[in-house]
Nanobody
């Protein structure tokens, strides 16, 4: 079992930046590919980014590529999502995930979820 707790969400103006954190407890998070999904009001949950167990490889969606960076600190059991050049369309609840597979991007394939943190980007 892995428990995931997100933090760092909030209200920011378009063009601004936020850094989300996800603290993992329970089974060592280094056993999992860690990722972020998001869900905007009235939309399906979508993949944002993920990072390999060692942190050496990452993948991100086209909509955030070049603006968002995922990283992890296995010593702290923490995953981060650095979000720059935020746009109003980035407004969503952001969820941290843990995956026993490898770089899967469908929400139903994730093994563990946090409760989410809300990011609101004003225009």
């Amino acid at each position: 079992q892995v428990q995931l707790v997100e933090s760092g969400g909030g209200l920011v103006q378009a063009g601004g930046s936020l850094r989300l954190s996800c603290d993992a407890s329970g089974r060592t998070s280094s056993l999992y590919v860690m990722g972020w999904f998001r869900q905007a009001p009235g939309k399906e949950r979508e993949f944002v980014a993920c990072i390999s167990r060692s942190g050496s490889s990452t993948s991100s969606s086209e909509s955030v590529k070049g603006r968002f960076t995922i990283s992890r600190d296995n010593a702290k059991n923490t995953v981060y999502l650095e979000m720059n050049s935020l746009k109003p369309e980035d407004t969503a609840v952001y969820y941290c995930t843990a995956d026993r597979g490898f770089f899967r991007t469908r929400y139903y394939e994730m093994d563990y979820w946090g409760k989410g943190t809300l990011v609101t980007v004003s225009s």
